[in-house]
Structure formats: structure tokens, C-alpha cells
């Protein structure tokens, strides 16, 4: 009887692994579908910083910011 009820307890805990896989699985899509929005909003951020940027130089006459003097750069 040993042997049947092992065999038993193995086809439930195989069952459990197999509800918790299924369950893991919905919640990995619904963080793919989060990330696919939070990439989408941070593309049209980048794309408005871009823009503001590009724009905010030309209107103040400046083509570029100055440059940092690099670290061991004298004067």
C-alpha cells in the first residue's frame, strides 16, 4: 500500500507544480504587458526631451551646451 499512496502523493504534488506553473505563467504576461506600456511611455518621454531640447537650443541661439572641462584639463 506504501508504493500506491507514494504514487498518489507524487500525481498530487505534480498536480500543485502543474497549477503553479499555469499561475506564473498569467502573472509573467501581465508584467510583459506592464513593461510594454512603461517602454512605450518612457519612447514618447525621450522623444519629447529630444524635441525640447533640440528646440530650447535653436531658440536661445545655441547650438550645443558648452562642454564640462574634462578631469585633469588646466584652466
Do not use: N, Y
Not at 18 to 29: C, E
Amino acid at each position: 500500500m506504501s508504493v500506491i499512496k507514494d504514487a498518489l502523493d507524487a500525481m498530487r504534488e505534480v498536480s500543485r507544480l502543474v497549477d503553479d506553473v499555469k499561475r506564473s505563467t498569467g502573472a509573467i504576461g501581465d508584467l510583459a504587458i506592464e513593461v510594454r506600456d512603461i517602454d512605450r511611455r518612457l519612447s514618447r518621454l525621450e522623444g519629447k526631451w529630444e524635441a525640447a531640447m533640440a528646440f530650447g537650443g535653436r531658440a536661445a541661439g545655441q547650438v550645443a551646451p558648452p562642454a564640462l572641462p574634462l578631469p585633469g584639463d588646466k584652466g
